[in-house]
């Protein structure tokens, strides 16, 4: 048997999927990553991009910030892609328990998924640091400058940025769906953010699945490893 047929094999027994994807997983829809040889880290700044998604320059430079934010970070008018349509498909036909997500773009709701860990907010969600109001991505996307609510305060994406924390609540149910999983598929994940990508190592199963192009620190560790398209995979199952 191949590695794609005992991963067809695996898919097909498993009731308790559990997904964990980053910025690979939305390429495909043509929003680009962080670290491939065409993502944004490769690309030329007046400032390296981890410095300036960081909550130290959104502090001193919100002007700068938010122009980078708008420009590079802020995916909209994209459409989900196989791999966002298969996970939904399969959290409706009871296999999958969750989805846990390093990415930004909302994509996998769009695609109709309902258990969805973000792990690093969403740039559809927005708020008056004064007053707590929410705002659209729309909104921040057309203010000039920094984004302001009429009562004056900054409008903040709720993404999470270098040097802040993740949200508890959401890092506790991830370590629970995964901790639960009966397979364990980890794609489009360069898995060398952290704490985020420490999180699999609550899985506790022995059907550990590694989908990305680039080699990663976990290869080592994964039951099946692909470093292939994850569209070419998933389209398969
Ligand atoms: P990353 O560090 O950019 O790594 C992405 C990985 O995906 C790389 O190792 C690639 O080899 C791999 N990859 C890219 N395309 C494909 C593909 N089609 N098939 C298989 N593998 C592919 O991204 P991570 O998610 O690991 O890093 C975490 C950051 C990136 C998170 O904080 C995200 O918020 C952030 N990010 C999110 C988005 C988004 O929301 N779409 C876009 C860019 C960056």
Known sequence: MDKLEMLQQWVRESRNIVFFGGAGVSTESGIPDFRSVDGLYRQKFDYPPEMIISHTFYEK????FF?????????????????H???????????????????????????????????????????CTRCRKFHSAEFVKNAPGVPRCECGGIVKPD?????E????NTIEQSIWAI????????AGTSLT???????INYYRGN???????????????????????????????
């Open 61 to 64: 430079n919100p002007e700068y």
């Open 67 to 83: 122009r980078f934010y708008r420009e590079k970070m802020l995916p909209l008018g994209f459409e989900p892609n196989i791999t």
């Open 85 to 127: 349509r298969v996970l939904a498909r399969w959290e409706e036909e009871g296999k999958l328990s969750a989805v846990v997500t390093q990415n930004i773009d909302g994509l996998h709701q769009k695609a109709g998924s309902k258990k969805v860990y973000e792990l690093h907010g969403s740039v559809l969600r927005n708020y």
């Open 159 to 163: 993404v999470v940025l270098y040097e």
């Open 165 to 168: 924390g993740l949200d508890q």
């Open 179 to 186: 901790s639960h999983a009966d397979l364990l598929i980890v």
């Open 193 to 199: 953010v952290y704490p985020a990508a420490g999180l």
């Open 207 to 237: 059907r550990l699945v590694l989908i990305n192009r680039d080699e990663t620190p976990y290869d080592s560790q994964a039951d099946l490893v692909f470093h292939q398209s994850l569209g070419e995979i998933i389209s398969r199952l």
